[in-house]
């Protein structure tokens, strides 16, 4: 993906300052047969503690592993899916602090072109959040096209999430720094947004939509907005995805699919390549609800190299036939 002269400056300026270099950042790690890694430099941001968002199991028999609501109102279709993996108080509890993180990844286009999350979805989680208790509910993503601010703005999520009684969060350069990715295949190390990795819970909002790259734009890929350096990132996209999901792991996915981009210019204006589907997909686990949602174009999980290699990676469940999915109208 292109990104503009100035996001290139403003992110070699900061690279530089953070000490890093080509090889530090195209490191590979001992998976496989690929040779063992180099020394991750000293520096390297390790988190005090594993990050508390992980998979879970499914808590009670009656809730289901992954949910799929239908319908018109995409706040009914939200509530529906959460409480179907049993309720917003499975993944966030009283003096939670929460971060959501939607697709704002462009300040010039909207929801309505299948480009960024549907406002109305990421202000009913917000809300859900606020309701379980939440001692304060952030939004957030780094932009790749576009100034953060005017990305809020033209999205129309500043205003849903404002009005829910969330905050919008401008990423801050100096709270990315390079971290090391343990159990990295392709790397070791990347520049990511650390307050992510100190959050009490991440839930994961992205819009699905195809990718010219990446197959599908759904909730691994999401991710990407947490993290510098995309340009180089592209690089053996799918497994650098996964191994960034190794690190960043979010305890709730919501996949935005009341519109879905059948193009693979996620950035394009073209209405006539959105696609109104009316769906919410919910779970635990990225890697199925990402393979659920590639079921909405036509395609499986196997279709789309980042699912491929986080199910290979033991991150979640690419088979669809082994889980509890309950479908739900609303």
Request: hydrophobic fraction near 45%; aromatic fraction near 6%; include cysteine.
């Amino acid at each position: 993906m292109d990104i503009s002269r100035r996001e290139f400056i403003r992110q070699a300026l900061l690279l530089g300052s953070l000490g890093f270099s080509a090889s530090a950042l195209f490191s590979s790690t001992a998976c496989g047969d690929k040779p063992a890694s180099k020394p991750i430099p000293a520096s390297t941001f390790t988190p005090t503690s594993a990050p508390s968002y992980t998979v879970e199991p499914t808590p009670t028999a009656e809730a289901a592993y992954l949910s799929v609501a239908r319908g018109q109102s995409p706040t009914a279709m939200v509530q529906a899916a959460v409480d179907a993996l049993g309720g917003i108080g499975r993944f966030v509890k009283p003096g939670d602090d929460v971060i959501v993180k939607p697709n704002m990844g462009t300040a010039y286009r909207t929801f309505e072109q299948a480009t960024t999350t549907n406002p109305e979805v990421v202000a009913a989680l917000v809300a859900l959040c606020l309701s379980s208790g939440a001692r304060r509910v952030r939004v957030m993503d780094y932009t790749c096209s576009g100034l953060q601010e005017d990305a809020h703005t033209h999205s129309g999520i500043a205003a849903a999430v404002l009005d829910a009684g969330g905050d919008m969060e401008v990423m801050s350069l100096m709270k990315f720094q390079k971290t090391s990715i343990p159990q990295g295949c392709d790397i070791t190390v990347w520049p990511v947004y650390t307050d992510v990795l100190q959050a009490d819970v991440l839930i994961n909002v992205p819009i699905a939509k195809k990718h010219e790259l990446a197959v599908l734009t759904l909730g691994m890929k999401n991710l990407m907005g947490l993290i510098l350096d995309r340009h180089s990132f592209h690089e053996n996209l799918g497994q650098r995805i996964a191994d960034l999901n190794s690190l960043v792991r979010p305890n709730l996915t919501v996949i935005d699919a009341v519109r879905i981009r059948t193009s693979r210019h996620p950035f394009s204006d073209d209405l006539g390549e959105v696609e109104l589907m009316n769906t919410i997909i919910a779970s635990a686990d990225i890697v199925a609800a990402d393979s659920y949602a590639a079921t909405l174009f036509g395609m499986t999980g196997a279709d789309v190299p980042a699912i491929v290699a986080g199910s290979d990676m033991g991150l979640g469940i690419m088979n669809l036939d082994s889980i509890r999915i309950q479908e739900i109208e609303v």
